[in-house]
C-alpha cells in the first residue's frame, strides 16, 4: 500500500518569506514517482513537479526547489521568495510504476502569503 | 491545446438519484482519471481507463462506474446518491505510455462539484 504525509495542515508567510512544504511517503514498489501539485481556490490541480526513485538529484526551477531523500523517504518542496499568488493548497503525490496512474495523494498544505 | 474539460461544472442532486459526469481529455490523450476530493476523505483514487479499458479500480462502491469512449472521453456514473457523495469530482488525462519507463504527467480539469442534499 502506499501512503503520503504531508504533517503541516497550514502555513502562513509573508510575502518574500520562503516556505518549505513537508513530504513523507511509503511504499513497497522500488520504482515510483513523486509529485507536487497546486490547488488554487479555482480547484484545479496544477502539476508543478515530478521525480522519479531512481533520480535523487535535487533541481531547482524558477522559485521552486526540492529536496528528494531516498533514505528517509521524503520529498519536500521549498518556495523562494514566497508571492500572494502562491497561495493555494499543495498536494504531495506518489505513484507507481510507470504505467500505473493512480496518484496517491497527502491531506495538502494550505499555505497563504500575505502582502 | 485546450485542456481538459469536465461537464457539468456545478451539480444538485437529492438521495437516491443518479448522475452522470463528463469528462474530455486533452487532444490526444488516451488515458482518463477520475478522483474525488472531500473535505474528510481528501483526494482518491477512483479509476483510470485506456483505450475504454478500465485499467485500474480505487476503492470505491459499485455504486461509482465509469466508461470511456472510443474518442477518449470519459463519463463516471454515481448510481443511488448518498450525503457523502457529496465532493468534487477531478478528471485527469494523460499521453500514451512511454516504453522507457518515464511517466506522462497527468493533467488535471476544474472539476464537477457535486452537492447531494
Known amino acids: 500500500a502506499q501512503k503520503v504525509t504531508q504533517a503541516q495542515t497550514e502555513i502562513s508567510v509573508v510575502e518574500k518569506e520562503d516556505v518549505t512544504l513537508d513530504c513523507v511517503y511509503e511504499?513497497?514498489?522500488?520504482?515510483?514517482?513523486l509529485f507536487w501539485y497546486k490547488q488554487p481556490p479555482s480547484g484545479e490541480l496544477v502539476f508543478l513537479i515530478r521525480?522519479?526513485?531512481?533520480?535523487?538529484q535535487n533541481e531547482i526551477s524558477g522559485r521552486y526547489s526540492w529536496n528528494f531523500q531516498k533514505s528517509t523517504s521524503s520529498f519536500n518542496f521549498t518556495i523562494t521568495a514566497s508571492q500572494v499568488v502562491d497561495s493555494a493548497v499543495y498536494f504531495c503525490a506518489l505513484s507507481g510504476l510507470p504505467n500505473d496512474y493512480k496518484l496517491s495523494f497527502g491531506a495538502g498544505t494550505t499555505v497563504t502569503v500575505r502582502a | 491545446k485546450a485542456g481538459v474539460t469536465q461537464t457539468p461544472r456545478y451539480l444538485i442532486k437529492t438521495r437516491g438519484q443518479q448522475v452522470t459526469l463528463s469528462c474530455s481529455p486533452i487532444?490526444?490523450?488516451?488515458?482518463v482519471s477520475w478522483y474525488q476530493q472531500t473535505p474528510g476523505q481528501g483526494l482518491q483514487f477512483l479509476f483510470e481507463?485506456?483505450?475504454?479499458?478500465?485499467?485500474n479500480k480505487g476503492n470505491f462502491p459499485g455504486r461509482f462506474s465509469g466508461r470511456q469512449f472510443s474518442n477518449s472521453r470519459s463519463e463516471m456514473n454515481v448510481s443511488t446518491l448518498e450525503l457523502g457523495d457529496s465532493a468534487l469530482y477531478l478528471c485527469?488525462?494523460?499521453?500514451?505510455?512511454?516504453?522507457?519507463?518515464?511517466?506522462?504527467?497527468?493533467?488535471f480539469g476544474p472539476g464537477t462539484r457535486l452537492t447531494v442534499l
Open positions: 487532444s490526444g490523450h488516451r488515458s
Open positions: 481507463y485506456f483505450s475504454e479499458t478500465q485499467r
Open positions: 521525480r522519479n526513485s531512481f533520480d535523487e
Open positions: 511504499t513497497r514498489d522500488t520504482t515510483y514517482y
Open positions: 485527469a488525462s494523460s499521453s500514451q505510455i512511454l516504453t522507457s519507463g518515464a511517466y506522462n504527467e497527468q493533467f
